[in-house]
């Protein structure tokens, strides 16, 4: 899968704000290897203001409990990277906003901070609507830490697009 281009973000990202703004829709990021990546994409658009409420960056287990409602029971027992706390990121992003769709991002982008069964690439993402179910996904992305993190991003949005259909 070739990383994405600043280009290809942007792209991505003005075809969900048209799709958001033409729902009536505003998205809410959670977000924690991408430290905001998303909302910068989105937010690079003119006009976002008109369907983007808000970004959470929340990269510490204190922070993703105080921002993002992630009980410490899951970190503990599954760790940020899972499933289950991806889940949680993403219904607690509904809940501290005033957003209808959110998206939710927890990985390893590296170089270092993997193991064998958390290795270097792997990232959760979820996405969900208000009063929805959330929908996760696993992804295992290659490359630095860069390419990890933009491919991330690309990933985010493009499964936005499916939650809006």
């Given at each position: 899968?070739?990383?994405?281009?600043?280009?290809?973000?942007?792209?991505?990202?003005?075809?969900?704000?048209?799709?958001?703004?033409?729902?009536?829709?505003?998205?809410?990021?959670?977000?924690?290897?991408?430290?905001g990546w998303i909302a910068k994409t989105v937010t690079d658009i003119?006009?976002?203001?008109?369907?983007?409420?808000?970004?959470?960056?929340?990269?510490?287990?204190?922070?993703?409990?105080?921002?993002l409602g992630v009980r410490p029971e899951t970190l503990e027992h599954f760790g940020a990277v899972s499933r289950e706390t991806v889940v949680e990121m993403v219904s607690g992003a509904l809940v501290h906003s005033g957003a209808s769709v959110a998206v939710a991002v927890t990985g390893i982008a590296g170089p270092?901070?993997?193991?064998?069964?958390?290795?270097?690439g792997m990232v959760w993402i979820a996405w969900k609507r208000r009063g929805g179910y959330p929908k996760a996904e696993l992804f295992r992305f290659g490359g630095d830490r860069d390419a990890v993190r933009r491919q991330t991003v690309?990933?985010?949005?493009?499964?936005?697009?499916?939650v809006l259909d």
């Open positions: 899968m070739p990383v994405p281009t600043d280009d290809s973000l942007r792209e991505l990202a003005l075809t969900l704000g048209a799709r958001l703004r033409e729902a009536r829709q505003m998205l809410v990021t959670a977000e924690s290897c991408t430290g003119a006009g976002s203001s008109e369907w983007f409420d808000c970004g959470m960056v929340a990269y510490s287990y204190e922070a993703k409990q105080a921002l270092g901070g993997g193991t064998a069964e958390k290795p270097v690309e990933a985010a949005l493009r499964g936005l697009g499916s």
